[in-house]
């Protein structure tokens, strides 16, 4: 069976997709999508008709919108052979899912879901993976965790943020490649990391360290909806550890704007309990959920950010 996969690339979530395809089917292609080229992307593969000679096409971690939705919604051959599967709050209403493609889940029993945990529960019920296999079940659910944030909420489960910083070291497709191999080897029975992936963890680690105090140093504070905001531009890579770090050592800011221009993003995470970033990243044309989420950076935004880099931090 031929398969065409287009899954996140900013995150373990999005990976773990395509690690699970790729043990799923024999013949895969997985495109990693950005949070806002998704609709480009589908529709390069639409216009060129190559979209059609595939035999199932998924969109994980991520969810179509128009034009390109209303485009396969209205053709036949397509609606019919592709799934969506997302679970980002901002697609939970009836102009997503009442198209029968699209899947957006947000909880199941084991709590918050996120993309890698529905596309595996899919698989498994398709019959396309073990239900017994139990190093994939546990890859599923540290990601989940992780994804989540239950690793720190409720398990206090450094081994789920190790797969991240794991996935950091390695990269987009070293990541896949490595955990693909590890996960199809009939030796793994237990989910764990060997010699070189733990040299790789405690390397990146260090450099996590001292990648934040760096950071820690260039915050410049601003008010935004009535929040304080903590504003730092940093390399996209290192976003979810210096928001833990901030956590960690109780920052006085109420959530923090992290600004990188190698993807050409502001990211947004939490710091303070109880606090929402998901409305701050819609005022400027972004999604996520109600702790952590992204908007491109426009020329408008990009306006106001250089007026923050002449400002003197206050």
């Known amino acids: 069976m031929k398969v065409l996969l287009f899954t996140h690339k900013n995150d373990i979530d999005g990976m773990g997709n395509a690690i699970l395809a790729q043990l799923a089917f024999d013949e895969v292609n997985y495109v990693l999508c950005g949070t806002f080229d998704l609709t480009d992307l589908v529709e390069k593969y639409y216009k060129d008709g190559s979209i059609y000679d595939y035999d199932r096409v998924y969109v994980t971690d991520l969810c179509l919108q128009d034009p390109i939705l209303s485009k396969i919604a209205q053709d036949e051959k397509i609606s019919k052979k592709i799934q ?4 980002h709050k901002t697609f939970a209403e009836p102009k997503y899912t009442n198209h029968p493609f699209i899947t957006v889940q947000l909880e199941n029993e084991k709590g918050l879901c996120c993309g890698t ?3 595996y529960n899919h698989l498994l019920q398709e019959g396309l993976l073990a239900s017994d296999n139990q190093a994939i079940a546990e890859f599923v659910e540290l990601t ?3 994804d989540t944030w239950e690793w720190r909420n409720i398990y206090n489960n450094e081994k789920s943020r190790e797969l991240s910083i794991l996935f950091d070291a390695l990269g987009c497709d070293g990541y896949i490649s490595l955990m693909t191999e590890k996960l199809r080897n009939k030796e793994t029975k237990v989910f764990d990391y060997d ?3 733990r040299t790789l963890i405690d390397n ?3 450099q996590i360290a001292e990648k934040c105090k760096f950071y820690a140093d260039r915050i410049h504070y601003r008010e935004i909806l009535g929040m304080k905001a903590g504003i730092v531009f940093i390399t996209y890579e290192y976003r979810n550890e210096l928001a833990e770090y901030f956590r960690e050592n109780k920052f006085d800011m109420d959530f923090t704007m992290m600004i990188a221009f190698d993807p050409g993003v502001v990211a947004y995470r939490s710091v303070k309990e109880g606090v ?3 409305p701050v990243a819609e005022l400027f044309g972004g999604k996520g959920h109600e702790k952590a989420a992204t908007n491109p950076i426009t020329d408008e ?6 007026k923050i880099l002449t400002e003197e931090k206050k």
């Open 84 to 87: 969506v599967f997302d679970h």
């Open 117 to 119: 945990s529905i596309f």
């Open 144 to 146: 989940r965790q992780h």
């Open 195 to 197: 010699s070189m992936e």
């Open 204 to 206: 990146r680690k260090q």
């Open 276 to 278: 929402h970033v998901r």
């Open 301 to 306: 935004m990009l306006t106001e950010i250089l």
